[in-house]
Each structure stands twice: as C-alpha cells, then as structure tokens.
C-alpha cells in the first residue's frame, strides 16, 4: 500500500468529506471537515489496518475563522505507514466528535485537547480537564493566555501561622514528652 | 464546565478576564473533597449500610514509593479486589509544550531532559531529529554514529531502572542495588561523553555538540566487557525464580488487540505480541547498518515485559559494540552557518563565527513553513514530536508524544479484577516515568 491508494480510496470513499490532500516532507495530510471525521476514521481503521492512534493533538491558529486546528496522527502497524489528518472547527463552536468509539487510547488525547484548547468532543464517554484542577477556568494553550499565566487562577496552600513562628521548631523540641 | 472567558480590555491592553473564583469561594468549592480525604486516612467508606466495610474508594499517591513518581490512582475496592482503577495526573505538569512556543528550538533542548529522565538522550535526538527532519538537514555520519551508541546507552540505563524498580516491587531489594551500581558506571560513561552526568543535553540540531574522548570510548568498551556477564547473572538469578514468577506471571494481562487499542508502544506492546520497532521499521540515525533482533514475545503479563527489557538490553550491546567497530571519520556538526552553531574555536578566532553564533542564539535556525511528526523508539515507546512552524526561529505549535502517558491510560484496564498487592507490580512493569507522562 502507498499513500496513492490511500488517497484514492478516501477521496472517492468520502467524496463530501475531504477537503485537501497535502504532502510535506514524505508525510501525508487529509484535512476533513468535522462532521465526517468519525466515518472517515473508522474506514481508515477498518479498511486500511491504521490501528494505532499514535497522538491527537489541538492546535490553536490564531485566526478569525476555523480558529482551532484537532490533528490525528495515524499508523498502520501491519504495513508501517504513518498519515494525518486534521480538522479546523470555529471558536465560536468547537465541537468535534469522538473517536473514542474507534480508538480507545483516543480517550486521554481528547481530554487533553479539551483541557488545554477548550474543544469539546461529542460523545465522549469522560471529558474531564486531565492536567490541569478541575475548576480552573482557562485555556493554557490558547494564545491568548499569558506565559506567566494569571494570578489567582490557581489557589496556591496556605501557610501555617504556627509554620511562620521562628521558634517554633525549638518549641516543638522543648514540648513534654509523655 | 466552565464556559470560554472574553478578553477585556485594561488600559488599551486585550486581557483574559479576571478568575470569577475567589479564593475563598474556591476554597469552598474544594472543601467536601478535602474534608473527605483528610477525614479518614485517605479512605472512603462508600455504603452506609456495609457492616463490615468491605466496599472502598483508596488514593493511591499522588506520594507513594510504589507510584514512580508523582501518580495518584483511586482504587475502588472490593475487600482485596479492585473494582475500579482511575489513574490521575498533572500533579507534575510543567506546561512544556507552553514553554517550547516560546523558546528556540535549541534553548528548548534542556527541558526535553526533563521529559524522561531516566533516558535524556533519546529526548534530545527525538527533538533534533523532528527539527532536522523539518529544515531537511543532512546530519554528518558520525554524528548519527555518536547518537546511536549514546541513545543505546540510554536505554540500556532506563532498563535497568525499570527493572531495578520491579524487582524492588516484588520486595527484593538486592538487584535494585546492582541495577543503580551499573547505572553509575553508566553516568560516569555519559560524563566522559557530554560533560554532564544527568541532564545532558548533548545534542545540536545538525549534529552533536562535541566528538568522542578516547578515554570515552575506551570507558564504554570496558563497561560493555564488565556489564556482559552481569545481566547473564541477573537473569540467572530472576528469570526462573519461582517466588519471582509466581509475582508476576498472568498479572496485569493485556491482548496484543487491546495493547493496540489502548496505545500501549514500545517494550510493552511487544511483550503482547505485536511486532512493531520503530528502529527496524522505520530506521532513523544509523539502525539500518546493524545487526540486531527485536524480541517478541506473546503472553503479555508482566512477566513477559519484565522479560523484554532484559532481552532488549542485550541486544543494545549488540548494537553499540557494533557502532563502535563501524565509528566512522569525520565531522560531527554540519558545516551550515545558518543551521547548526559554530564551533567555539570559529567563535573565538573569527568574527564570522561570532555573528553566526550570535545569530543563532537570537533568532534560531531558519525552517521553513510546515508540520512534521517525527517518532523514535524511545526506551519507554514510541516519542514522537509534532513540529508547527510559521517559518520562524521558534515553533507555533510543538506537541510531544511521550510514550509514557499513553502507557498510563491502559493502567485501569489492567488492575480491574486484579488484587491490591498487584497494583504496584503493574505499575513497575509498564514503567511510566511521570516527567513525560505530565510534561
């Protein structure tokens, strides 16, 4: 198999689907609109054995239209062929479905992409921020947020009082001992 | 969930919006949880009306010796039986990929060291070689040569903690000792090499960053005579050890269909019996010039990746002893100015090589515009590094693929239905290393 059937099967599998074809350094990039992304998944994985999701990754373009970018890097074990794909949706609505469904390593990658782009992903069984604390209200990635981040977004512990004391280890030495 | 926050706009300057949390409403919002695992020693009693408690949520970590690091697992158990097992990270996340869209690609070498860190040299060629791959940079054959041999050493190094660590697990503690006296031998090797024992960064993009000593490649040589005989004792000592075996055999199970699934790679998908090695398959550096045997093997228990770090060190040496022998001539960097540094002797002699180092350091090697996903056989799996270049000295988009992090996601499907006590054993035998796994 070379990436000529590989092309020829998707785009005239998925006519509707695929919207560019683009290859780059012997690497191969599909870029499909969102609502297909599922079928075209599933036909990579049945049909043409990519049965390992090597990583899915978020992408933030910096744009005013089809601002975030999901890339699916595939492999085929069987024939050793690697291929992408990408997908762009809009800030206004990053919704994506899931490949959960075909991939199930796709599960951490989407939580992932979720936490640090905001893209959701429908139909994920559990799409819960995996880095960062669950009621952190950004999106680290996005190129908006600042590298220094923004203070008092993340509660930092508290200092003890009795920590502070100067003496206190003295204190603590000198205590009765039962 | 918590809904996008706008942008405002602070004396002329666009700002994310203020946290809406106040600390003490935050604090608040946390309390139930906290209250709950301070309460009773990390233990939660799920049904009130279970006399004999036998029904539990435990927290495993985030501080546990058994976790290699910082990982958290809540277990729910059944009595002795784990129902249920959630893996939880982040409590080590350093926002790498945050930190690469902001840095050169060479002052983000350093940070790579930090992924794995039992293995810093496969990080560093990892990068180098996405970016190589990137610019089209043909890199000098000893360079690769020396690359070779040096990311054999490092995975030679993370096995024997690998299995120094499992075999701790088990409750032997001897092997662990001997695992970390190599290891030494190994930091003194690398010391010899790089200048630097633990955090290496030795590679450049374009080559490395300094040749071979003799006295280097005589320590090797001499290491890999002492070294040889050692693992054929180990594995005299544990390969057929019943108490060892009877440890790890049938222990976290997992099929070759499921390894794929879940995203198991490396040492770990080839105990289950697939046949995937990135160094064979698709060969990078100098792997198409050696000889060597990829080790398969097909129960897919614990025991069976604890046997295939041991194979694999075995045919590392194999493939070191044969650079060594084929260690070419010549140049270790690329003769570019505008890809690679100069060397210090141009820097201090020439004024050319002031400004090209200068250059360098300012505004980064020149790349053209593209993506590229570019992966190793790192010792714990597939790394990979996908690369988004504007054309600038420092990558729009840079997103790590570490092996480790992917391993971890198939740790609740194995320790469901097993026992406690085999948490920990398969904690140790997929290996995870929590710097790569949280970035």
């Not at chain 1, 640090?116 to 819960?128: A, I, T």
């Not at chain 2, 300057?13 to 139930?32: A, C, D, I, S």
């Not at chain 2, 058994?66 to 784990?82: C, I, K, N, Q």
């Amino acid at each position: 198999m070379n990436f000529n059937q590989i092309v020829t099967t998707l785009t005239s599998g998925f006519s509707e689907a695929i919207l560019s074809t683009d290859e780059f350094r012997d690497e191969l990039t599909f870029m499909v609109k969102p609502q297909f992304i599922k079928d075209v998944c599933l036909c990579l994985k049945d049909d043409l054995g990519f049965d390992l999701c090597s990583d899915i990754c978020g992408a933030d373009r910096f744009t005013d239209d089809d601002r975030f970018e999901v890339v699916y890097n595939l492999f085929n074990t069987g024939e050793k062929i690697r291929i992408r794909l990408k997908v762009r949706v809009d800030e206004s609505d990053p919704h994506v479905p899931s490949v959960v469904s075909v991939w199930e390593s796709a599960n951490w990658y989407e939580r992932e992409t979720y936490d640090m782009y905001g893209v959701v992903f429908e139909g994920h069984p559990d799409l819960r921020r995996i880095y960062m604390p669950e009621d952190f209200e950004y999106y680290p990635l996005r190129k908006e947020f600042p590298l220094i981040g923004i203070p008092g977004s993340i509660p930092l512990p508290e200092i003890e009082k009795a920590a502070q004391q100067k003496d206190a280890g003295e204190a603590y030495n000198n205590q009765e001992r039962i | 969930m918590i809904k996008h926050s706008s942008v405002d706009v602070v004396c002329g300057f666009e700002q994310l919006r203020k946290p809406t949390l106040k600390p003490k409403e935050r604090k608040r919002y946390r309390k139930k949880i906290y209250e709950v695992l301070e309460d009773r020693d990390t233990t939660i009693i799920m049904d009130d009306d279970d006399p004999l408690e036998q029904r539990m949520v435990l927290n495993m970590g985030p501080q546990h010796p058994a976790t290699h690091g910082v990982l958290r697992v809540v277990l729910e158990l059944d009595g002795e039986h784990v129902t249920k097992a959630v893996p939880e990270l982040g409590y080590l996340h350093r926002a790498m990929e945050k930190l690469a869209e902001n840095k050169s690609y060479h002052e983000f070498m350093p940070y790579t060291d930090r992924l794995d860190y039992m293995s810093p040299y496969s990080n560093n060629t990892a990068l180098c070689l996405a970016v190589e791959k990137l610019a089209g940079i043909e890199v000098p054959e000893r360079a690769t040569y020396i690359r070779t041999i040096a990311c054999e050493l490092a995975r030679i190094s993370s096995h024997l903690l690998s299995i120094g660590a499992l075999v701790m697990d088990t409750g032997a503690i001897s092997v662990f000792l001997w695992t970390f006296e190599e290891r030494e031998r190994l930091y003194d090797i690398f010391d010899l090499m790089t200048g630097a024992r633990f955090t290496i960064s030795h590679c450049r993009v374009g080559g490395v960053a300094s040749d071979f000593s003799k006295d280097c490649v005589q320590a090797i040589v001499s290491w890999l005579k002492a070294f040889k005989p050692k693992i054929e004792e180990w594995r005299k000592l544990l390969d057929r050890n019943r108490i060892f075996i009877e440890r790890l055999e049938s222990v976290g199970v997992i099929s070759a269909e499921d390894a794929l699934q879940i995203g198991f790679s490396g040492p770990n998908l080839r105990a289950s019996g697939v046949d995937v090695d990135l160094r064979r398959d698709e060969p990078y550096m100098a792997y198409s010039d050696f000889e060597f045997e990829v080790p398969i093997l097909e129960n897919g228990d614990s025991y069976a990746r604890y046997l295939i770090r041991m194979q694999e060190m075995e045919q590392s040496i194999r493939i070191i002893e044969q650079a060594l022998r084929n260690l070419p001539k010549g140049d270790v960097r690329t003769d570019d100015a505008k890809r690679a540094f100069p060397w210090k002797d141009e820097i201090y002699h020439s004024m050319e090589g002031l400004i090209h180092d200068f250059m360098m350091t300012d505004t980064g090697i020149e790349l053209p515009k593209g993506e590229i996903y570019h992966a190793i056989e790192a010792p714990k799996g597939e790394l990979g590094f996908y690369i988004q270049s504007d054309g600038k000295g420092m990558p729009w988009r840079l997103k790590i693929r570490s092996p480790s992090f992917c391993n971890l996601q198939a740790l609740s499907k194995l320790c469901e239905g097993s026992m406690i006590a085999d948490v920990v054993i398969i904690i140790g035998s997929i290996d995870p290393v929590m710097g790569e796994a949280d970035k």
